[in-house]
């Protein structure tokens, strides 16, 4: 277990202190995309620092907003540790947000249909329905993947618009809503809608759910064998081969599981948000969720920091609209640079790293900032032909 | 079915095949290179607004069409500064680029065109060379974009990619980029040219819709066209000619269903089969083809020099 201990994202073991550890890196991140977003806010009119404040701090200052910040973190908390527990293996998943698509029409349906049942039976079924769905969804790509070596970076991210028209060819066709003729399927049983953690607020089960799931993660990930095993294979797939590990069932499972928790993401937006399936249910909270696994260092307290931080930027983001009218836009602008340095600043620190250390060419699968084919190279490890490259 | 149905059918494929094939052949250049570029979709995007931007301001849409080719090798610069320069993850540096293009796009779009009417361009002129030859002419009649898609960009493309040493020195790089660097290739500034020519190519496809097609910008103009075209790269198996193939193949389709759902008896297929297979049949082809998938060498790898 020792051997595997400094994760593979921060590499050989360092002080948190030290200027090249994650957190300092992230931190980095953020204050150079605060810098490089200020040209656009001062474009706005709006003074750049009453921004930050205005993006940051207000949403926690009082307890309406605040509250918010946990309702726009909980999709991306599960999309952000879909993503981590995939990237962690080294299996690509770009898919999170077709998953979260597959898990809400799943949810809606089975929501529509348990009308007479108690809560304490329909909220399992329809997040258990969620989860296979996103499940179901993540297969083949993950399956093309361990049988062929086809890299899933493409499959996974071309299945998000088709789940996105199987969402519109529902809501236009069967599920349209029969009363009001709009593209939106029927409300779902009053038993299945998430109950709201506080009452009068939109915060709701989702959160706890999706904590939970954070939870069991990191726990899964961190202490048991399962978890050494997958981050071994994210670490290096000729190593973890070699030391016995069953690589392409580690991969096949990382990938169901990460589906799945995407596929609940979508149930929780259907339960706990719109009460039925609509066509803007996810404004790309899985491709959200890679900015959060990202910056979360692909691991789960990581996430769950991340995605309370994107919460935060989100509210703030709309609040900042209203009272300094810079377009809330700069939210989703935020969000690509931040994803753009955080993977740079990786990337910076794994050059620096291995400046003259020849590490024989082998792609870290499991570090964010390394790219590579780790699918071409699994499947030739799996039959032996060729050695490491 | 008429011959005018025929002839109509004809142009409205190459009307709509025309930004696919500049995506595709951009894409191409990024990939043959070795670096698959998921800022397609954000650069095709920002190329559509800031086309219609400058379009509006200037009232010249040649300078729109300018501003598109500029923003796409901006965005093909900054790629290459992630992925050549620094070795940044290549699938997660080309998502953070779409979800940022499209931030700042519609951005900018509220501070520029806040709210208010929609606000129009004349959109470019229709060619009509052919008008003498009656219905069979109405196949010509096409934007200039089109034809300079067809008629310049593709084949010069080609010919650049697989008879001209750059064309070489891409391929070169993008298979195996360790040898081109013993041959005394520059890998990185290879890749960063066919990552900026490629992101003018993607540009100037998503200025296609704001200049010619609609004269005006709205929101999701590009509607993953990005994606369809990273789709079409693999179905032409990273060639030139096969995926400007793969792409009137889809508008053919495309256009043949659009007009096909007003007839009775066919309004009954949904739209969105239609439109979901290009991606359902890249991935079918990706299983059946399984194990002999013939990626670029380098595919999704930094090069380093050890």
């Known amino acids: ?389 | 079915m008429t011959f005018t149905f025929v002839f109509d059918l004809l142009a409205a494929t190459l009307r709509n095949a025309t930004p696919l094939v500049y995506g595709t052949v951009g894409e191409t250049y990024s990939e043959r290179s070795g670096v698959l570029n998921l800022g397609i979709e954000g650069t095709m995007y920002a190329g559509a607004f800031a086309g219609f931007a400058v379009a509006f301001t200037t009232g010249s849409p040649l300078l729109g069409l300018l501003a598109a080719l500029v923003v796409g090798v901006l965005a093909g610069a900054v790629m290459g500064l992630l992925t050549v320069t620094l070795g940044a993850n290549q699938h997660v540096s080309g998502i953070g680029l779409t979800i940022g293009l499209i931030g700042i796009s519609e951005f900018a779009n509220r501070l520029l065109f806040q709210g208010g009417e929609l606000r129009r361009i004349e959109p470019m002129p229709l060619l009509e060379p052919l008008a003498f030859l009656g219905a069979p002419g109405e196949i010509f009649h096409q934007y200039g974009l089109t034809y300079i898609a067809f008629l310049v960009v593709v084949p010069l493309a080609w010919w650049v990619l697989q008879r001209s040493s750059f064309g070489l020195e891409i391929r070169a790089v993008g298979d195996n980029p360790e040898a081109a660097d013993a041959a005394g290739i520059n890998v990185g500034r290879t890749r960063y040219l066919a990552l900026m020519i490629g992101g003018a190519l993607m540009g100037i496809g998503g200025a296609f819709f704001t200049l010619a097609v609609l004269g005006s910008f709205t929101l999701d103009i590009i509607a993953g066209r990005g994606w369809v075209c990273v789709a079409l790269v693999i179905f032409g198996r990273w060639r030139i000619g096969r995926g400007v193939l793969g792409a009137l193949l889809f508008s053919l389709l495309f256009s043949l269903q659009f007009r096909l759902r007003i007839l009775p008896g066919f309004g009954e297929l949904p739209f969105e089969v239609l439109l979901a297979l290009p991606y359902l049949v890249v991935i079918l082809a990706l299983a059946l083809s399984g194990r002999n998938v013939a990626y670029p060498g380098a595919y999704l790898k930094p090069y380093r020099r050890s």
């Open chain 1, 1 to 389: 277990m020792a051997l595997f201990r400094p994760a593979s994202w921060t590499g050989p073991r360092r002080s948190i202190l030290s200027p090249w550890s994650s957190p300092a890196l992230v931190v980095l991140a953020v204050l150079i995309t605060f810098v490089l977003t200020a040209g656009p806010i001062l474009l706005a009119g709006a003074n750049p620092i009453a921004a930050y404040v205005e993006f940051l701090v207000v949403p926690v200052t009082s307890g309406f907003t605040a509250i918010e910040v946990l309702v726009s973190a909980t999709p991306i908390l599960f999309t952000g540790a879909a993503v981590a527990i995939a990237f962690r293996a080294g299996y690509w998943n770009i898919g999170a947000e077709g998953q979260l698509l597959l898990g809400a029409i799943a949810g809606a349906g089975v929501g529509i249909l348990v009308g007479g049942l108690p809560a304490i039976v329909a909220l399992p079924a329809m997040v258990a329905a969620g989860a296979l769905a996103g499940a179901a969804w993540a297969l083949v790509p993950a399956l093309l993947r361990v049988r062929f070596g086809i890299d899933e970076v493409v499959t996974t991210l071309l299945l998000n618009p088709v789940a996105l028209l199987v969402v519109n060819g529902l809501l236009h066709g069967p599920w349209r809503d029969p009363v009001t003729g709009f593209p939106e399927s029927p409300r779902i049983a009053a038993a299945a809608e998430f109950p709201a953690l506080l009452p009068g607020s939109r915060l709701h089960l989702g959160f706890l759910i999706a904590m939970a799931v954070v939870a069991a993660a990191w726990f899964v990930l961190a202490r048991t064998p399962a978890g050494l095993r997958l981050r071994a294979v994210g670490l290096s797939p000729h190593g973890a081969r070699f030391a016995g590990i069953d690589v392409s069932g580690t991969l096949l499972r990382a990938a169901l599981v990460s589906g799945a928790v995407a596929g609940i993401a979508g149930v929780s937006e259907v339960a706990g948000i719109q009460y039925r399936l609509t066509g803007g249910l996810s404004p790309g909270y899985g491709y959200t969720g890679i900015v959060v696994a990202t910056l979360g260092a692909l691991s789960m307290p990581g996430v769950a920091l991340a995605a309370l931080f994107l919460g935060d930027l989100t509210v703030g983001a709309s609040s900042a609209a209203r009272a300094l009218g810079i377009p809330s836009q700069l939210g989703a602008v935020t969000q690509g640079v931040l994803l753009l340095t955080t993977v740079g600043l990786l990337a910076l620190r794994r050059n620096r790293l291995t400046r003259g250390i020849e590490i024989g060419g082998e792609t870290v699968a499991g570090d964010v900032a390394a790219g590579g084919l780790p699918s071409a190279a699994t499947a030739i490890s799996e039959e032996g032909e060729v050695e490491q490259e």
